[in-house]
């Protein structure tokens, strides 16, 4: 009885721990898998720091830094398109039959998405290493300390995995690739609708009401206030975040119920 | 009487194909709105994104208008443009893939109604992309200095670039006949547009390495060529310098693509 009590969750951890590992092997060895996702964040480092930096000069724009500013966003944006990206696997497994298969093998099959879950904030190593020694190369002032660095990147981490779940609900519901622009396409307008270019106070028009409800917008501002080193809103957007994650959680979950009684 | 039903036979045949051809190229793409939406839906969106998000530029020094609309309406009709690349090359190489083609090349179809059917349809829902935009810009406030003639002009401007940037498509689906290499062009596609001077002028952008790539960048042309309609009037260098590379980039491009198509009707 003992014995069982210690091995499920042994178990649990040891599928969640083969989902991940089979996620990330097939992941660096497939370049065309792993270099755009690299890419993309990248590239829009380069085309908002390095093209729009004058607007750091607009008379009402009072950040520290332009790079910083944007580097933020290009942090959460990479984290959370990571998450997403993540759940195309999923949906390319169950296409070609490899979803069933490891659902056949899995007793509690919440550690499927739990191990997509562990590959893809796995990959964030080399996607925030990445962007950040690009973004320092590029210049960018870090006025936070090490603890604010440490929010930066848990706000990064978690909306990474809030990105995951809203996938993962999506791909157990379709089971196809096909559904890959309902993944992509809902988090790129989100992400969008935050203040991307300038703080919210100088956002103009309908954005700027709609910025003010999206959820985005409090991690980048929570995320923006780290770097400056004068935290404001963390708490805020720790628990905008973690909400989140219950949702889509509750999300991906029925989403995994769905694909069991699909067989 | 034999005379004139030569004539219907032979002279109208390639007429025929081109229409039949573009009318097919125009259905498909009402027909399939996960294709025709996004090309619509997603110019507008990001315009609306840049306008809220970047009207604060126009506070800066030198900034050619006091509306960031006006300054980024341009930016949207090349960006249309640049979905038309998609567009094309997406059709074509469904087709080769789904074997349209090749039952083509069993009927006395030519090369160029081929491609000239492919090129209508691109350049209609250019024109309708183009008056679609411009009427959205103009009812939230964008202004148009050039008047109705310059209206004219960009619609010719936009159907050249649609054109262009629609041969490019063509070449990847010719060349490699796989939808898959046609949607992996779309990032390159995407470089060329934010690595332009679509969200400032060229001379506002600080960062050096950035501003020599618009310099270097045609798409900068022709977004300034379409712009300048917008915010000068008439401005005769700008305007030539973007009709010369759209019309350079539509021979390249057509040409090579018509010289593939050839090759593969000959396999």
Known sequence: MIKTTEAGPTRYLSAALGVAWRYLHNLYSRPSMFIPSLVFPLFFLAAFAGGLSVVGDAPSFDYYDFTAFQFCFILIQASTLAGVFAGFSIAGDFEMGMGR????????????????????????????????????????QIAGGGFDLAGIYGIALLSNVAALLFSAGIALRFR??????????????????????????????WIEPVATVNPITALLNAARSLMAGEPTGVLTAYLVVFGLIALMGFWAIRGLRQAEQAG | MTGASLTIQSEPVIG??????ATRSVLRMIRSPATLVPT????????????????????????????????????????????????????????????????????????SALMVGQLT???????????????????????FAAGPAGVAVLLLLVVIISLGFGGIGLIMALKTGSSEAVQGMFPLMFVLLFFS????????IETTWF???????????????????????????VLAAGFA???????????????????????
């Open chain 2, 211 to 237: 501003r020599t790539i618009t310099d270097l960048n045609p798409v900068s042309y022709l977004i300034e060529a379409l712009r300048s309609l917008m915010i000068t009037g008439w401005d005769p260098p």
């Open chain 1, 176 to 205: 196809s690739l096909s559904a890959g622009p309902l993944m992509q396409l809902p988090v790129f307008i989100i992400l969008f609708l935050a203040p991307v270019y300038v703080p919210k106070e100088l956002l103009t028009g």
């Open chain 1, 101 to 140: 298969r490891i659902m056949l093998a899995t007793r509690r099959r919440s550690s499927i998405v739990l191990g997509y879950g562990i590959g893809a904030a796995s990959r964030l190593i080399v996607t925030w290493t990445i962007v950040t020694g690009v973004a320092l190369a590029g210049g960018m």
């Open chain 2, 197 to 204: 001077s679509m969200a400032l002028p060229r001379d506002l």
């Open chain 2, 245 to 267: 590379i759209a019309i350079v980039l539509a021979l390249i491009t057509i040409s090579i693509a018509a010289k593939l198509l050839a090759g593969r009707m000959d396999r």
């Open chain 2, 40 to 111: 619509l839906v997603f110019p507008i969106f990001l315009l609306a994104v840049n306008v809220g998000g970047l009207d604060s530029a126009t506070e800066l020094p030198g900034f050619p208008t006091d509306s960031y609309l006006t300054f980024a309406l341009a930016f949207t009709f090349i960006q249309s443009a640049i979905f038309s690349t998609m567009n094309a090359g997406q059709a074509v190489s469904q087709d080769i893939e789904n074997g349209f083609f090749d039952r083509l090349v069993l009927t006395p179809m030519r090369p």
């Open chain 2, 16 to 21: 025929l194909q081109i229409r039949a051809l």
């Open chain 2, 121 to 143: 349809g691109l350049a209609l829902l250019g024109v309708f992309q183009a008056f679609l935009y411009l009427t959205i810009g103009l009812v939230f406030g964008a202004d």
